[in-house]
């Protein structure tokens, strides 16, 4: 395989490096003054021309090839700079199973990040287990009204709008019962409780209770009863490692934490050097297949596993080389454990790599 740029897309990254030589550091990228200017970072990286590269233009992307997207992710770490925002799963969900009139109401401003959104799908009871979610949502004339738990909701105090799952019909099948709305979060009836993470950070989860909150029944995405089709896009797009770009700041802290090293790289660091270079050549895998117009489904799993693994093995070395003092390195390996839970637990991915690659327990 080839990965060297072409002539356009040296282009594209060397305009990009220029762009970020003078505004990347006017951004922080981490903790809670990273939350508290996450929409200021995506809608500067959009007017300059810099996302939603690979979505339809009818929407306000660009229709690049997805190794745009590669680009962008390798140079903003390279740069130092905030992470891109991460929306590609909910522009999936809603553009794949959205109507028209959905997509083009609420596409546009999810992409250039003048409205802000967040994920209504964990529940306190409900989290790897979603399909026994417990939120309910119940028609009223023209509206559906809400009643429910939602947890760890990243940018909830801030967004906009929510994309909900709800159970809609409470004698069908779990799986069935289920539907998707986009629900407005500035009413009566929604309260904010923001979580405190072990890293420190106060601003990216928290609760959000839906006591008596309504949504137009125009504004359920798909059909009733098809919320668990959207969920499964919605959590396949997320467990891609190609398109959440994380590869490239891994290896990045790796080589970082190597500088540091006075002595002999410890155990610890040389295996993240291991697994994250084995990351970055699967997320190259990934993107040749994608360009090739290869989609892949429970697969998504695997991708999932390997990040788990990778980022964990970085949060344990940068835990083993700068100690616990240091309050980034150890914010880093905090935030780490989260990874083997969020988007679906380790435990989980294994069952489903178990039953539907595998074909163990048919």
């Known amino acids: 395989m080839d990965f060297r740029d072409s002539t356009d897309e040296a282009a594209f990254r060397t305009r990009l490096r220029e762009w970020l030589s003078v505004n990347a550091k006017q951004f922080p990228t981490s903790g809670d003054a990273y939350w508290a200017r996450a929409g200021e970072w995506h809608q500067a990286l959009y007017g300059a021309g810099f996302f939603g590269l690979s979505w339809p233009k009818e929407y306000g992307g660009q229709e690049l090839p997805p190794v745009y997207d590669v680009i962008l992710d390798e140079e903003l770490a390279i740069a130092g700079a905030p992470a891109r925002p991460s929306l590609g799963y909910l522009v999936a969900g809603l553009g794949h199973h959205g109507s028209a009139e959905l997509s ?6 999810m992409i250039n990040g003048t409205e802000r959104w967040c994920q209504g799908f964990s529940e306190p009871g409900a989290g ?16 559906y009204v809400i009643h429910g738990h939602k947890i760890w909701t990243s940018y909830s105090d801030v967004a906009d709008w929510c994309l909900l799952l709800a159970r809609t019909d409470p004698d069908a099948p779990r799986h069935r019962g289920i ?14 409780r923001p979580l405190k993470m072990i890293s420190g950070v106060t601003k990216e989860f928290g609760q959000v209770l839906f006591d008596g909150a309504t949504v137009p029944a125009d504004q359920m995405v798909g059909a009733p009863g098809e919320g668990w089709k959207l969920a499964m896009t919605v ?26 090293s006075q002595e002999r790289p410890s155990t610890e660091l040389k295996w993240a050097a291991v697994q994250s270079e084995m990351l970055r050549l699967h997320v190259r895998r990934r993107l040749s297949e994608q360009l090739d117009g290869v989609t892949h489904g429970s697969e998504g799993s695997l991708d999932k596993l390997l990040m788990t693994w990778v980022e964990q093995s970085v949060g344990h070395a940068a835990l083993a080389v700068a100690g616990t003092r240091d309050e980034e390195m150890l914010g880093t390996y905090m935030y780490s454990r989260a990874q083997s839970v969020m988007g679906g637990t380790s435990q989980i991915q294994k069952n489903i790599i178990g039953s539907r690659i595998l074909g163990l327990g048919v």
């Open 235 to 260: 959590v396949g797009h997320e467990r891609e490692p190609s398109t959440l770009g994380f590869a490239a700041r891994y290896a990045k802290l790796v080589r970082q934490l190597a500088a540091r």
């Open 128 to 143: 790897s287990d979603l399909a026994s979610l417990r939120t309910t949502a119940t028609r009223d004339g023209d509206n």
């Open 104 to 109: 083009r109401r609420f596409l546009p401003g």
């Open 179 to 192: 539907s998707a709305f986009i629900v407005p979060m500035h009413q009566p009836g929604i309260e904010q």
